[in-house]
């Protein structure tokens, strides 16, 4: 291959390259060996070794330096340059090289979208175990309320059980009608006080003599009908006292 398509590179980069230095970005260097482009550092460092083999196999006195990643990353770089130099004139791979190179890239292509559909999916179910997790949560919440609604019906049915039995000493008994109770009990007040007036009457008849008394006695006896429960009484309390 011509010297037009050689092409100068930092010895940075290529020592980087060769040692697999993950903060290195490697990507043009790579890809110019290679023979094709290299988007990212994942597929740098994955043609890394590949690369920095045939690097290595170009330029024996890599072979001479101890390439430990041990080794301060400073001291390594600058022991190479004392002995290579600071930059170094590259050419691409041979095309059976490029071709392993380009396989390796292939199958990393896949891998990378096969991690992409992968996440894709991940966050999709990500997505419904959310919204299952609401929904959960949810009919939690409505199972608490169920099971206060069912207390609270246990609650009535006891209490309702409860006023069953009081009631039952009233079963098949009248209401009381509190109007003819009231009436009920001045009709017995003015027959009593009738009989009252009337046994006192008598007596008195007796100590006067004569039928004019007996009528004075007979009048006397008369309870007139708005006797009690009027708006008589010195308190207004409706019994005419």
């Known amino acids: 291959m011509s010297d037009t398509a050689r092409k100068i590179f930092p ?3 290529v020592l980087a390259l060769i040692v697999g230095k993950e903060d290195a970005d490697v990507k043009e260097l ?8 290299i988007a990212c550092d994942t597929a740098a460092r994955m043609v890394g070794p590949m690369v920095g083999g045939w690097l290595a196999s170009c330029f024996p006195k890599f072979m001479d330096i101890n390439l430990g990643k041990d080794q301060p990353w400073e001291a390594l770089l600058s022991e190479v340059r004392s002995k290579l130099g600071d930059n170094v004139s ?3 791979m041979p095309a059976h090289q490029q071709a392993m190179v380009g396989a390796v890239l ?4 896949e891998l990378v979208e096969t991690k992409k559909a992968q996440a894709a999916q991940i966050a999709t179910m990500q997505a419904k175990i959310d919204e299952l997790t609401a929904v959960e949560a949810k009919a939690a919440e409505l199972s608490k309320k169920v099971a206060q609604q069912e207390d609270t019906i246990k609650t009535m049915k006891t209490d309702m059980s409860g006023l069953r ?3 039952v000493p009233f079963n098949g008994k009248m209401p009381v009608d509190m109007d003819e109770l009231l009436m009920a009990i001045k009709d017995a007040i003015k027959d009593n006080m009738k009989g009252f007036v009337a046994a006192g009457a008598g007596a008195a008849a007796g100590a006067v003599a004569g039928e004019a008394a007996a ?3 007979a009048e006397t006896s008369s309870v007139p009908d708005d006797f009690g429960f009027g708006s008589s009484g010195s ?7």
């Open 106 to 109: 292939a199958k990393l292509g």
């Open 215 to 217: 009528e004075a006695a």
């Open 90 to 92: 590259l050419e691409p």
């Open 165 to 167: 039995k009081q009631l």
């Open 11 to 13: 010895m940075e980069s």
């Open 235 to 241: 308190n207004d309390d409706g019994f005419g006292f």
């Open 30 to 37: 790579a890809g110019y060996v290679a023979g094709c482009s």
